[in-house]
């Protein structure tokens, strides 16, 4: 079974949006931009669930999972470079 996660560049887009908003920050993030941020993350591991259960259905093998980008794994998930993924 192969399936692929979203997963968003710059910190999981908690970056702000360059050039489209001066008032966008990392401390004071447009409501929109993290509104999707939110929904990916929560959209995230339902989809390796997803995933997981069709493996079973189907009598699967095993599971191999891609996503693009670094998230950062070596690191603890307390990591201010690590939160994000």
């Given at each position: ?6 997963r ?10 360059v ?51 670094n ?15």
């Amino acid at each position: 079974m192969f399936a692929t996660l979203h997963r968003v560049g710059s910190d999981n887009d908690l970056e702000p949006w360059v050039g489209f908003d001066a008032t966008d920050t990392r401390t004071r993030p447009r409501a929109d931009r993290i509104r999707a941020v939110e929904r990916r993350s929560a959209a995230a591991p339902h989809w390796v669930d997803r995933a997981f259960e069709s493996a079973r259905a189907t009598d699967a093998i095993g599971v191999f999972l891609l996503m693009q980008g670094n998230s950062r794994f070596e690191l603890p998930a307390s990591h201010d470079e690590r939160r994000p993924f």
